[in-house]
Protein backbone atom coordinates (compact mmCIF):
# COMPACT_ATOMS: atom_id res chain seq x y z
CA UNK A 1 0.00 0.00 0.00
CA UNK A 2 1.29 2.90 -1.00
CA UNK A 3 1.27 6.71 1.39
CA UNK A 4 -1.45 8.95 0.72
CA UNK A 5 -0.35 12.12 -1.90
CA UNK A 6 -0.10 14.81 0.51
CA UNK A 7 2.79 12.58 2.48
CA UNK A 8 4.27 11.63 -0.74
CA UNK A 9 7.69 13.56 -2.15
CA UNK A 10 6.88 15.95 -4.80
CA UNK A 11 10.01 14.35 -6.67
CA UNK A 12 11.39 18.00 -6.95
CA UNK A 13 14.89 17.36 -7.62
CA UNK A 14 16.63 16.13 -4.17
CA UNK A 15 19.56 16.54 -2.64
CA UNK A 16 20.36 17.91 0.46
CA UNK A 17 19.31 14.37 2.09
CA UNK A 18 18.65 15.87 5.95
CA UNK A 19 14.46 13.47 6.24
CA UNK A 20 12.59 16.78 4.63
CA UNK A 21 13.38 18.97 7.42
CA UNK A 22 14.52 21.71 5.18
CA UNK A 23 13.14 24.59 4.98
CA UNK A 24 10.53 24.17 8.10
CA UNK A 25 8.07 21.37 8.98
CA UNK A 26 9.22 18.47 8.28
CA UNK A 27 7.50 16.18 6.24
CA UNK A 28 6.42 13.61 8.76
CA UNK A 29 4.69 16.41 10.58
CA UNK A 30 2.97 17.92 7.74
CA UNK A 31 -0.76 18.16 7.65
CA UNK A 32 -3.17 16.96 5.03
CA UNK A 33 -4.60 19.16 2.73
CA UNK A 34 -8.10 17.80 4.09
CA UNK A 35 -7.47 19.07 7.49
CA UNK A 36 -9.59 21.69 9.71
CA UNK A 37 -8.12 24.89 9.98
CA UNK A 38 -7.07 26.03 13.41
CA UNK A 39 -10.49 27.62 14.38
CA UNK A 40 -12.77 25.24 13.61
CA UNK A 41 -10.64 22.66 15.99
CA UNK A 42 -11.46 24.85 19.14
CA UNK A 43 -14.97 24.07 17.96
CA UNK A 44 -16.91 21.69 19.94
CA UNK A 45 -18.10 18.25 17.98
CA UNK A 46 -21.57 18.49 18.77
CA UNK A 47 -21.39 22.29 17.04
CA UNK A 48 -19.78 21.42 13.96
CA UNK A 49 -22.81 18.66 13.90
CA UNK A 50 -24.95 20.99 13.94
CA UNK A 51 -23.51 23.77 11.87
CA UNK A 52 -25.57 24.48 8.82
CA UNK A 53 -22.93 23.53 6.26
CA UNK A 54 -22.37 20.32 8.31
CA UNK A 55 -21.36 17.37 5.98
CA UNK A 56 -23.78 15.37 6.64
CA UNK A 57 -26.85 17.52 6.09
CA UNK A 58 -25.76 17.85 2.52
CA UNK A 59 -25.67 14.10 2.12
CA UNK A 60 -28.80 13.50 3.68
CA UNK A 61 -30.47 16.16 1.83
CA UNK A 62 -29.44 14.73 -1.63
CA UNK A 63 -30.27 10.99 -0.47
CA UNK A 64 -34.11 11.99 0.46
CA UNK A 65 -33.93 14.20 -2.95
CA UNK A 66 -33.14 11.63 -4.98
CA UNK A 67 -35.56 8.86 -2.80
CA UNK A 68 -38.33 11.35 -3.87
CA UNK A 69 -37.74 11.73 -7.12
CA UNK A 70 -37.26 8.03 -7.91
CA UNK A 71 -40.11 6.87 -5.73
CA UNK A 72 -42.73 9.83 -6.45
CA UNK A 73 -42.21 10.11 -10.57
CA UNK A 74 -43.63 6.40 -11.12
CA UNK A 75 -46.94 7.35 -8.57
CA UNK A 76 -47.20 10.69 -10.55
CA UNK A 77 -47.04 8.90 -13.52
CA UNK A 78 -49.42 6.05 -12.53
CA UNK A 79 -52.16 8.75 -11.20
CA UNK A 80 -51.85 10.66 -14.80
CA UNK A 81 -52.91 6.66 -16.26
CA UNK A 82 -55.56 6.35 -13.59
CA UNK A 83 -56.80 9.65 -14.64
CA UNK A 84 -56.66 8.88 -18.64
CA UNK A 85 -58.97 5.98 -17.84
CA UNK A 86 -61.34 7.28 -15.77
CA UNK A 87 -61.81 10.08 -18.18
CA UNK A 88 -62.63 8.04 -21.26
CA UNK A 89 -64.52 5.84 -18.91
CA UNK A 90 -66.69 8.71 -18.69
CA UNK A 91 -67.00 9.26 -21.97
CA UNK A 92 -68.01 6.20 -23.09
CA UNK A 93 -70.83 5.38 -20.48
CA UNK A 94 -72.08 8.94 -21.42
CA UNK A 95 -71.58 8.03 -25.42
CA UNK A 96 -69.43 10.56 -26.38
CA UNK A 97 -67.25 10.31 -29.26
CA UNK A 98 -63.82 11.88 -29.31
CA UNK A 99 -63.22 13.50 -32.94
CA UNK A 100 -59.61 14.06 -33.70
CA UNK A 101 -59.06 17.75 -34.89
CA UNK A 102 -55.67 18.23 -35.66
CA UNK A 103 -53.85 17.07 -38.67
CA UNK A 104 -53.68 13.34 -39.61
CA UNK A 105 -51.69 10.93 -41.36
Do not use: Y
Not at 68 to 92: I, P, T, Y
Request: glycine fraction near 18%; include cysteine; charged fraction near 25%.
Amino acid sequence: MSAPSWARSSGGGGGGGGGGTRGGTPKSQAKPPGDPPQGDAEMPATEKDLAEDAPWKRIQQNTFTRWCNEHLKGVHKRMQLENVSVALDFLERENIKLVSIGKGG
